[in-house]
């Protein structure tokens, strides 16, 4: 990991499903939870999205925005956001050297002895003034989008 708490959150552009930019930036003056996780319409992503966007009314309620974040393009972001009805809003971090990258949560993974590039699944609470509050790495997703209201409602 490249950055910890108490660093500003690098302004790097992502994109919408709808071809705009969005930059940590655009959420200052509220909190932000940036959720990065490796691919859209896989069974550990699917539950992690559901789960925040379950949660969406009560993190608006703490005045905290959330982001899901993964590498997907963003026509796959409106494809997996209508089949599932997702209100958490996502963006794609594809360009080589984007947020992720920053952050360090692009990273080398192993599975089955192959190496190979991928998300390592993330998250950071950004406060108001777009510093880091704090961070999760190599999240587990059960129970992580409550803890993670929790933690914005602190």
Excluded at 27 to 41: E, H, I, N, Q, T
Excluded at 112 to 120: A, I
Excluded at 121 to 145: C, P
């Amino acid at each position: 990991m490249t950055v910890s708490p108490g660093d500003p959150i690098p302004d790097i552009a992502l994109t919408a499903p709808d071809g705009s930019t969005v930059r940590p930036s655009d959420f200052a003056g509220k909190k932000l939870v940036l959720f990065f996780y490796p691919k859209d319409d896989t069974p550990g992503c699917t539950t992690e999205n559901k789960d925040f966007s379950a949660l969406a009314d009560q993190f608006a309620a703490a005045g905290t925005a959330l982001l899901g974040i993964s590498k997907d393009p963003p026509k796959k972001h409106q494809k997996f956001i209508d089949k599932y009805a997702l209100t958490a809003p996502l963006a794609s971090d594809a360009e080589e050297g984007g947020l992720s990258d920053a952050l360090g949560f692009w990273a080398e993974k192993a599975m089955y002895g192959k190496t190979y590039m991928g998300m390592v699944r993330s998250t950071v609470l950004i406060g108001e003034d777009g510093r880091i509050l704090r961070i999760w790495d190599k999240v587990k997703v059960k129970g992580h989008a409550e803890e993670v209201l929790a933690a914005a409602q602190g």
